[in-house]
């Protein structure tokens, strides 16, 4: 049985005045108990994940996993900018999201790199969440599934067993932040597919990994995709800057 998670990403919002807000708030929800057999992680910008870290203890909020947004390609050394995967996990992730569009659309990612990252992931011990999905032309071709396969296929090339501990995320492109979400048979469809493919490698490798679907997930849509057989679980942009949106959604 695949447990269902919710992952919320905060992209480049937040502040230590809203940060302290929201997990008092989301703790305060969550103390009462949450269904079982679920897990939910929240992926704040890189400076803020030690505050984050502190609240989620000092609040006991056993419930709430740390993630990342991104890591670098590499183990350490002269990259400026760049944040190693190691240093996440000493902050505490447990998950890293890689490959998100926004960073193969503004920062040339492709999926060489994004296998990498993923690489670092796993040798640090914490979770990769692999992001795939076409955008609106692809789709309109009809080429959707083509894309997101041969996505999923190059990792499977050099991931190999190693995907058995990561996630992936299909997260079309269309409806990453447009208020578009994909209807829960699209995208039920595009997860079996997904599955499928990772089939051809291994079939019990695929019944096991966990495919999330993000793109406008809110708290009125997530209980119809939730429920679909392939979806197991999401990850969440926009609505999970409210507290109040992210607890209902993890509650769906
Ligand atoms: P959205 O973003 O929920 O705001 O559409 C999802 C994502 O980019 O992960």
């Known amino acids: 049985m695949r447990p269902l998670i919710v992952i919320g990403n905060w992209k480049m919002n937040g502040s230590l005045g809203s940060n302290q807000d929201w997990i008092k708030t989301v703790a305060r929800g969550m103390e009462s108990g949450m269904p079982s057999g679920r897990k939910y992680a929240v992926c704040p910008p890189f400076p803020y994940l030690q505050q984050c870290a502190d609240l989620v203890k000092s609040h006991s909020l056993t419930f709430l996993s740390l993630g990342a947004q991104d890591a670098s390609a590499y183990k350490s050394g002269a990259y400026t900018g760049d944040v190693a995967a190691s ?11 890689v490959g998100h569009s926004e960073r193969r659309q503004m920062h040339q990612e492709v999926d060489e790199i994004v296998s990498a990252k993923a690489l670092q992931v796993l040798d640090s011990d914490m979770t990769p969440v692999i992001c795939v999905g076409e955008t609106a032309d692809e789709r309109n071709s009809g080429r959707a599934e083509e894309i997101v396969c041969a996505q999923v296929a190059k990792q499977v090339n050099v991931l190999q067993d190693r995907l058995a501990d990561c996630l992936i995320a299909y997260e079309p492109v269309w409806a990453i932040g447009t208020g578009k979400v994909a209807s829960a048979q699209v995208a039920q469809d595009m997860h079996r597919a997904i599955r499928l493919q990772l089939a051809e ?23 119809e995709l939730f429920a679909m057989l392939d979806i197991d679980g999401g990850l969440v942009g926009g609505a999970s800057l409210n507290p109040q949106d992210f607890l209902a959604i993890c509650q769906a």
């Open 201 to 223: 490698f291994d079939e019990d490798l695929a019944s096991h990994v966990g495919i999330l679907y993000g793109g406008s997930v809110k708290p009125d849509n997530a209980v």
């Open 87 to 97: 240093m996440l996990k000493e902050l505490g992730c447990s998950y890293v999201i």
